[in-house]
């Protein structure tokens, strides 16, 4: 069964930091790979969505990376901002049609 | 732009009693999902719905549950006989395309359940 772990648990920055999040998954056999941010009470917001044949996608101050072989894939955040704090998500899709979620990482971004 | 939304946002029942999560789609996308999110624990997958049909289901996903596209626009997952561990939050989502194609999916706001 598919496993997805992120790393840090938490993490707090100083507004302006770079930071990269990090989600590492046990099977390689995926789709694709997907980031949310999840707000507190609040519903997922799909961030960035990297097929399973991609090394990265970009979108604003986001980029995110995928190593397929490796199981892992990376968020890097850029000039941090406290509107940006959330809690961030990772999950894969399966070729064996389930979605799997990260346990996230909860960003503070202190002004 | 369009979203996915689910109604109610908050439902208390008493355990045994069945209840009904609602969910509108959004309007030209095929494949529809059900999530639950226990408090402090991952999301979880329930079951994805295509062409009026379970494509792919969890063990989470028993015969208490069932979903139906009752109409041209609703979603919606019914547990029978509910559980106190049934008590979570239940997100729906939607998506363009299957899994393989590689479309997003789009979530909704969830709805709380609360079972007492």
């Known amino acids: 069964k598919q496993e997805v772990t992120q790393i840090p648990a938490a993490l707090s920055v100083p507004e302006g930091e770079n930071l990269v999040l990090n989600c590492s998954f046990t099977d390689s056999a995926i789709y694709n790979l997907q980031w949310f941010r999840q707000d507190p009470g609040k519903g997922l917001t799909s961030l960035l969505l990297i097929q399973s044949s991609q090394r990265e996608q970009t979108s604003g101050r986001l980029n995110a990376s995928l190593d397929k072989s490796s199981g892992r894939s990376t968020l890097y955040i850029a000039a941090s901002q406290p509107g940006d704090s959330a809690t961030y998500l990772c999950a894969v899709w399966n070729t064996g049609n389930q979605f799997y979620f990260g346990t996230g990482t909860s960003l503070t971004v202190i002004p | 732009e369009p979203e996915v939304t689910q109604t109610p946002s908050h439902q208390v029942t008493q355990m045994g009693q069945e209840v009904i999560l609602r969910c509108v789609p959004i309007?030209?996308?095929?494949?529809f999902y059900w999530y639950r999110q226990i408090l402090g624990q991952k999301v979880e997958f329930l079951v994805s719905?295509?062409?009026?049909?379970?494509?792919?289901k969890s063990e989470i996903f028993d015969d208490q549950f069932s979903v139906e596209r009752p109409d041209g626009s609703n979603f919606t997952l019914k547990i029978r006989s509910t559980k106190l561990e049934d008590s979570a939050m239940y997100f729906c989502?939607?998506?363009?395309?299957?899994?393989?194609?590689?479309?997003?999916?789009?979530f909704g706001p969830g709805t709380r359940l609360t079972v007492t």
């Open positions: 309007s030209n996308h095929l494949y």
């Open positions: 719905f295509y062409n009026n049909e379970i494509s792919e």
């Open positions: 989502a939607s998506s363009e395309g299957g899994a393989g194609e590689s479309y997003e999916q789009y």
